[in-house]
């Protein structure tokens, strides 16, 4: 059974940056990870969970206007790791965040999230002004 796991999130102050993680486990050959695609998610208290950034089977990525130019999606293959770098932060970027896989993808994949099969628990991610 696959599991996404998150970790690295915490309590920063704006201008801040934290980097998040999203661990495979399960059943992760390689020919299965490769072919799906990746994204962020976050989800603020009474607002709508939405979108943050993707990244293709090919390491195409993609970002929400509100976070582009300060977060970075990458991914190693090699260790089936998803990675979220958030810098320049802002007290509008805390919100849970959270990590899903899909299959399969559009190019660039989807912001919908009923198009992810795998979704991690979430971490945190606090920004004080």
């Known amino acids: 059974q696959v599991q996404l796991v998150e970790s690295g999130g915490g309590s920063v102050q704006a201008g801040g940056s934290l980097r998040l993680s999203c661990a495979f486990s399960?059943?992760?050959?390689y020919s299965w990870y490769s072919r799906y695609c990746w994204g962020w998610f976050r989800q603020a208290p009474e607002k709508e969970r939405e979108g943050v950034a993707t990244i293709d089977r090919n390491g195409v990525t993609n970002y929400a206007n509100s976070v582009k130019g300060r977060f970075t999606i990458s991914k190693d293959n090699a260790k089936k790791i998803l990675y979220l770098q958030l810098s320049s932060l802002k007290p509008e970027d805390t919100a849970m965040y959270s990590c899903a896989a899909g299959y399969p993808c559009g190019s660039p994949p989807s912001w919908a999230a009923d198009e992810y099969n795998y979704w991690g628990q979430g971490t945190q991610v606090t920004v004080s002004s």
């Open positions: 399960g059943y992760t050959s």
